[in-house]
C-alpha cells in the first residue's frame, strides 16, 4: 500500500502562488508516475498535471499550462506541484495520486491505484 500526503494548501488571493507537496514512505516511490487531480465544489475530478517515474516527462491541462508546474525529487520520495497566477476557478480540492510504471496515455484517473487525502486550494474571487 503506497500512501500519499499532499500539504501546501491554503487561502491564496487570486494572482498569487502556491507549491503543493505530495510526499510519499514508499521504498519505491521512483517507480511510480504521479499524478495531480482536483475537484471543485459541485464538479467531477479533472486531472490537472502528471509527471514521469523519472520526471523527465511532464503533462499538462490546458487549463493550468504555462502556470503550473510539476516536478519530482524521488531522494525525498515527493513531487511539487507549484501553482503561479492562480485564478478563482482554481479552487478546489488538490488529490495526488501514484500508479506503477508510465503516465496513462488518456491522464485518466480510473489508471491510478493509490490516492492521497487532499488539500483545499481557495483562490477567492
Known amino acids: 500500500q503506497v500512501q500519499l500526503v499532499e500539504s501546501g494548501g491554503g487561502l491564496v488571493q487570486a494572482g498569487g502562488s502556491l507549491r503543493l507537496s505530495c510526499a510519499s514512505s514508499e521504498r519505491t516511490f521512483s517507480r511510480y508516475a504521479i499524478g495531480w487531480f482536483r475537484q471543485a465544489p459541485g464538479k467531477e475530478r479533472e486531472f490537472v498535471a502528471a509527471i514521469s517515474w523519472n520526471g523527465g516527462n511532464t503533462y499538462y491541462a490546458d487549463s493550468v499550462k504555462g502556470r503550473f508546474t510539476l516536478s519530482r525529487e524521488n531522494a525525498k520520495k515527493t513531487v511539487y506541484l507549484q501553482m503561479n497566477s492562480l485564478k478563482s476557478e482554481d479552487t478546489a480540492v488538490y488529490y495526488c495520486?501514484?500508479?506503477?510504471?508510465?503516465?496513462?496515455?488518456?491522464?485518466?484517473?480510473?489508471?491510478?491505484?493509490?490516492w492521497g487525502q487532499g488539500t483545499w486550494v481557495t483562490v477567492p474571487s
Open positions: 495520486a501514484a500508479k506503477r510504471g508510465a503516465v496513462p496515455v488518456d491522464f485518466g484517473s480510473t489508471h491510478y491505484d493509490y
